[in-house]
């Protein structure tokens, strides 16, 4: 008997065979022409960690690729079955599992997307802090998996910071446990989590998990200071940090990416937000808690981001626009979060990472790497992801056009150059999206 066929005999109707059914987890959000759609042989859509074990089993009797996938947002090619074989479709395993109030925890199926995290723990007065600007889609899983960013990693940092325990199918089938259950962490022993933490599946099929919730913050407070560059605004981050502020979030913006972010102003006012010529930066910066801790931390933050030559947007509806667009996405009259253009030419970013006092020399290779290929530039963000300290994470993007085999293919000439040339500067290749093929063919 064929393997697709032991499939239906144990798993019934949670196989998928038809084309129809199997195209859609052929791409991601990655640029690719549609010569590089790879369509999996036969898709399961799991409803518990058993049917994963099934699959799982069958796929390594018959020697069968298997690559598992969540809302299919990855913007490297990740969850792409470049092999074909089994797909498996983790959105499907999305149930919350248990709220533990008393320690601040969730376990969830692994399919959960980080918004459905956040919406377990609201009426018991939690938060999940991890929230990248895919939360409607992005599964814990594929969170693990990439070690994703967050809008709030100034303060909470990662997955990496956020996730206890992982439940995890083997490649032969076995279900293992790694990490330390509820407990904040642990000296015992390996730490085998932290090893899934950006495995991107190459480990195992993750199938739960269990998170570190935080309290819901009594007020928020976002506002946008301009800076002549992106070192500056960094100096000025390094400086809030010394004055022992503690900012929820934090984003430079180069003075191209916030044109990116405030095309619903542009709809609106027939025009791009005014900022001035000596504009190098836009620092986006978050404080939460207390409504005085927060009025008081701002009062200070804005003292001092008027004595290193910073200036505060003056316009509101800027801010305003940006944080729609970043962290709710409720976009009027359209709920559109990209451009229009993204219908022409796609979002393709390159995700390095460079030590603090390389970001403006990086910045330059970053121009200086597209002109090379001939590419688009869209602009860079710096978010800020590390607990208390500075350390970013890199969004280098252009708009690629994925119907122009030439282009996707020069956009991956230019995805792989700024990897090494962000190793070069002691950095690293991937801050969010993890390795794929992409970096490593
Ligand atoms: C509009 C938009 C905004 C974005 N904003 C951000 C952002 O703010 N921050 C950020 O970091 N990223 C962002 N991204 C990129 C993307 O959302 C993240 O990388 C996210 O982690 C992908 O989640 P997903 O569920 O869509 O993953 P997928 O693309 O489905 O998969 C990603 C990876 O996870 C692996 N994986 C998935 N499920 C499992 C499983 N059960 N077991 C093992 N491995 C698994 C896959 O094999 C793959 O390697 C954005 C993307 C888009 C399109």
Redesign the pocket.
Known sequence: MGYIEELKNVLGDKVMTEEFERFIFGA??SPRTTDEIFMPDVVICPRSTDDVVKTVRIAYEHGIPV?????????AG??VPIHKGIYID?TCLNKIIEVDVKNQTIRSQ?GASLQDLVDAGEPHGLWFPVL???KW???I???I??D??STFGMKYGKPLNQVLSIELVTGKGEVIEVGHRKTRFSASGYKLKDLVIGS??TLG??TAATVKMEPVPEHRYVDMIIFPSMGRAVEYLDAILKMGLVPEGAHINCKRRLKFYTHAYKEKHGHDPKVPDWAGSLLAIIFAGDREVVDFSLEKAYSLANEMGGQVVEEREIVDNWWISKHTLDFPPFKQ?WPASQKEKKFGAADPGVPMGRLEDFYEKFIETAEKYDLEVLGMNAYLEHPGSIGFSLSCALFVDYRNQDEVDRYRKYFEEMSKIAVDMDGTMST???DTDLKVP
């Open positions: 991601d959000w690559t598992a996938g969540g809302g299919l947002t990855g913007m990740g969850a983790g692994s990248p600007e895919s889609s992005c599964t899983a594929s969170a998996a990439c994703n960013d991107e599946g099929v993750i979060k969010y999206m993890s």
